[in-house]
């Protein structure tokens, strides 16, 4: 069968005028093989194709009328109509009765339209699109799996329930989840305080009054100062005993004081990668035993996981265009805030935590959770109205001032990998060689060389400098 060109395109509007079916057709010419079955003619469903035959035909029947319905124009022009998805055969018979041509009519929905419009929202994606029997088969490479999304619900707007996928996603699709957390703490602490002790026959004994510490409450707390010797419950940082003699009384007045200054600083740095799509989990820490009371009286053990957590799921969208659902925490035991339970010590936690769902492109980086903690706690005790004394009730008043600043920030950074070969990556036992033993008996070395990266992770960790100080104090 072949197809004629602009002058069966015009028989076609001529056939067509007075017809109300199929405002578009194609027409095409039937070459004559007698005994014997011409190629494929393809119709599209609840459309029309009028062919013309180069012998005359006398007689002409359809196998099955379900799938095509035919009608002669003139002896030598067929109009055919596809009904419904199948295949059947056109047969043609001359006058004699003898046997011109069998033509395979296929009937097949119309995706022309389907085509078209995946080329214009999926531009540049190599997809294609075939019919089987009343449903269409997607076949090809996409850039994403959202675009191969896209593209099976546009099939589905024209064969509803009846798309095959046979379409694989391209590109790269494992991402690489960089985590950085970085935690600073700042703590500054200062007291004074001052306690007065008086001794001779005026007050009948010894009196002792302080300011509101209680150093010197106790009678042997006041011998001691009298004395000369510094109370052994001290916990400050400085003390300062004088005395003097006033006539037959003794008095002795001991200054105390303490000003403490630290710096925490933590940095993590966890990286993960993950298929997209697929969740990843990462733990480096540890498990703590927790007992749990039961109704029968028994006790058992559950295990509270701590240490750096981080889990997460990665979908590329598009392209390099990554979604991701993220669970991040830093967590350490915390004896300080622990309690006693059934003759069980237990531990507390301190723990720091997000959980959010962010978009980023490839190599981009969010800072996802920041945290500025401030705690101020100011104490004034005294005597009462000897405290309120001016100048000299500084001697009956303590004082006590104490700050905390926490500072935390969560950094993510996302990138599309793809593997590499082994030798490529290096471990960090890599870089350290046990010692010989001359290295180590007669030198001192724990090591016999190191190898210091110079790229990734383990680079920037090697160019920072652990002998100076971090953070700031606090004033």
């Known amino acids: 069968m072949k197809i004629d060109g602009i002058l069966k395109a015009t ?51 359809i196998a099955n009328p379900a799938i095509a319905d035919i009608s002669s124009l003139s002896d030598r022009t067929i109009y055919v109509l596809g009904k419904s998805p199948g295949l059947t055969t056109l047969t043609l018979l001359d006058a004699n009765g003898r046997l011109i041509t069998n033509v395979n009519v296929r009937v097949a929905s119309d995706i022309s339209e389907f085509k078209e419009r995946l080329r214009q929202i999926l531009p540049g994606e190599k997809i294609e699109v075939r019919t089987a029997n009343d449903g269409i088969v997607l076949s090809g490479v996409v850039s994403s799996t959202a675009r191969l999304q896209r593209a099976l619900d ?31 703490q700042r703590t500054v602490s200062k007291s004074l305080s001052s306690s007065l002790a008086l001794s001779g026959s005026l007050f009948n004994g010894d009196v002792g009054v302080n300011g509101g510490n209680g150093t010197n409450v106790t009678s042997g707390a006041i011998t001691n100062s009298l004395g000369g010797a510094v109370p052994a419950n001290n916990e400050n940082a400085g003390a300062l005993l004088f005395g ?43 498990e703590y035993p927790v007992p749990i009371s039961q109704d029968n009286g028994t006790i058992t053990v559950e295990f509270k996981p701590f240490g750096i957590e981080l889990n997460f799921i990665p979908r590329v969208v598009d392209k390099d265009l990554i979604n991701l659902e993220l669970e991040a925490a830093v967590s350490a035991i915390d004896p300080t805030n622990g309690f006693q339970f ?22 981009e980086s969010f800072a996802i959770a920041g945290l500025l903690q401030d705690d101020f706690n100011d104490d004034n005790s005294q005597l009462p109205w000897l405290g309120d004394v001016p100048v000299l009730g500084a001697l009956f008043r303590s004082a006590s001032y104490q700050r905390n600043q926490t500072e935390l920030v969560i950094i993510i950074t996302a ?17 350290i060689k046990p010692p010989s033993e001359q290295d180590l008996f007669l030198f001192g070395r724990t090591a016999a060389g190191t190898r210091t990266p110079k790229q990734g992770a383990a680079g920037e960790v090697a160019k920072q400098d652990f002998s100076g100080s971090y953070g700031y104090v606090l004033d």
């Open 154 to 184: 546009l099939a589905e707007r024209y064969a509803e329930g009846r798309v095959s996928n046979l379409m694989s996603v391209g590109g790269i699709q494992q991402v690489m989840l960089k985590v950085r957390f970085a935690e600073m």
């Open 342 to 363: 059934d003759n069980f010590q237990i531990d507390a936690f301190s723990r720091r935590e997000t959980s959010t769902t962010v978009e980023l492109r490839d190599g």
């Open 415 to 431: 990138h599309l990998v793809s593997p590499v070969k082994g030798d490529v990556l290096a471990l960090p036992t890599d870089r």
């Open 11 to 61: 028989l076609l509007g001529l056939s067509l005028a007075v017809s109300p079916i199929a405002l578009t057709a194609q027409a095409e010419n039937l070459r004559v093989v007698r005994q014997a079955t011409e190629s494929t003619l393809n119709v599209p469903m609840n459309r029309a194709v009028v062919v013309e035959s180069d012998e005359p035909f006398a007689e002409l029947s």
């Open 244 to 286: 003097f003699n006033a006539g037959s009384t003794q008095v002795g007045l001991l200054l105390e004081a303490l000003e403490s200054k630290g710096v925490v600083r933590t940095l993590a740095e966890p990286n993960l990668v993950a298929l997209s799509g697929q969740e990843a989990k990462f733990l480096a820490g540890g």
